[in-house]
């Protein structure tokens, strides 16, 4: 049994294992040069043998115990034919899509356009670095998936005036959830054994909406997710009652952002947690490092854990701190073992 599935499924409080959001990426200057040679990010997303490297790239260099396959919540939209840009210094930039044209497609050409996708996770799970790890799948949550459909680019303040088309949302949630419930499928068949959702704009939906634009349609992906009998981990990230949001998802690991306060959310959830500490914590120094790592694991010290941030690594941080923070964890499980 691998490390995070002993933490998921047999609530195994004396280990803590570790893998990062954003593992693979821009901090990493061997992913820099691949980066440099396929300036089109989503072109990269599709090429199987770049995306095989840059997943194993980050198992290669540390002791992690899971890989991420190396695409982008985004590839949804570009598969159900929406033109996907990744703008310097900018982020995502969509081009322009209609209830009428996600409504009108098909599934068999989002499973063809994401095909290279499924291929690269096949590739992925072949390999022998990864025996006794994990290789992780994921997808946006729905309602995030929405946001970058209808606005476009990332949300800056407000959401443009079109969310408060109820009628358009509720319908556009619809056929999203059925591409990534596809999407789901699509990686777990061909080797992701946790699948990921990442809600990054869940804290903009207010109380009234939740359940209509976060639970119900996140609700069905796990059940999807778990006719398979694949831990589900869910980011609903920002959002403002972590309590009553796995109540009500019952996901099999909640991923807390760097605003929750971990001494609070342990009093009040029981399920396997995930993450937490600001990613801005590895731009500083060593003993800062080693200061928050050790307080998030000796809060969680008796509840199932994984060691993760609170959001993805940060461009600018030095790998080298990573290297470090991996051996914090280490030395936390020797000392607890
Ligand atoms: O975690 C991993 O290592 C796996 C790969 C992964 C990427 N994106 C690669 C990526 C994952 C899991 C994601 C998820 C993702 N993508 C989210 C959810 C998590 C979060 O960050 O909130 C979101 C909102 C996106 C959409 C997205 N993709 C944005 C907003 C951006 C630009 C800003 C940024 O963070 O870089 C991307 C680009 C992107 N996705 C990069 C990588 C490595 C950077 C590409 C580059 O310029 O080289």
């Not at 903009?204 to 609700?219: A, G, H, M, R």
């Amino acid at each position: 049994m691998t490390p995070l599935t002993r933490v998921i499924t047999k609530k195994d409080t004396n280990i803590k294992p570790i893998w990062l959001m954003r593992q693979a990426g821009r901090y990493l200057p061997e992913f820099r040069k691949i980066r440099k040679k396929n300036q089109n990010f989503v072109k990269l997303c599709l090429n199987t043998k770049e995306v095989k490297n840059i997943t194993l790239q980050p198992i290669k260099r540390y002791d992690l115990d899971a890989a991420i396959i190396f695409s982008d919540i985004l590839m949804v939209p570009f598969g159900l034919g929406q033109n996907v840009e990744f703008k310097k210094n900018f982020g995502p930039f969509l081009g322009p899509i209609s209830l009428k044209d996600v409504k009108d497609f098909d599934q068999k050409s989002f499973k063809k356009k994401l095909d290279p996708v499924y291929k690269s996770i096949c590739k992925v799970k072949k390999e022998k670095i990864l025996k006794n790890k994990d290789l992780i799948g994921f997808v946006g949550g729905p309602w995030t998936i929405l946001v970058y459909m209808l606005n476009r680019y990332s949300p800056k303040k407000k959401l443009e005036k079109i969310f408060s088309d109820k009628f358009l949302i509720k319908e556009m949630l619809k056929y999203i959830n059925k591409y990534i419930s596809l999407h789901i499928q699509s990686q777990i068949r061909s080797g992701a054994n946790i699948i990921q959702i990442f809600d990054s704009w869940a804290g903009l939906v207010s109380d009234k909406n939740l359940e209509e634009y976060i639970y119900k349609p996140t609700k069905n992906l796990i059940k999807v997710t778990k006719s398979f009998k694949v831990p589900c981990i869910c980011f609903p990230r920002n959002i403002k009652n972590y309590k009553e949001y796995t109540e009500i998802i019952k996901p099999d690991v909640i991923n807390i952002d760097y605003n929750v306060n971990p001494n609070e959310i342990i009093k009040n959830i029981k399920i396997p947690i995930q993450g937490g500490m600001d990613p801005k914590v590895l731009l500083s120094s060593k003993k800062n490092i080693e200061k928050f790592t050790n307080y998030y694991l000796r809060v969680f010290e008796n509840h199932p854990y994984i060691f993760n941030l609170g959001h993805g690594v940060l461009p600018q941080t030095d790998p080298n701190m990573i290297q470090y923070l991996i051996k914090l964890v280490r030395m936390f499980n020797e000392r607890s073992s």
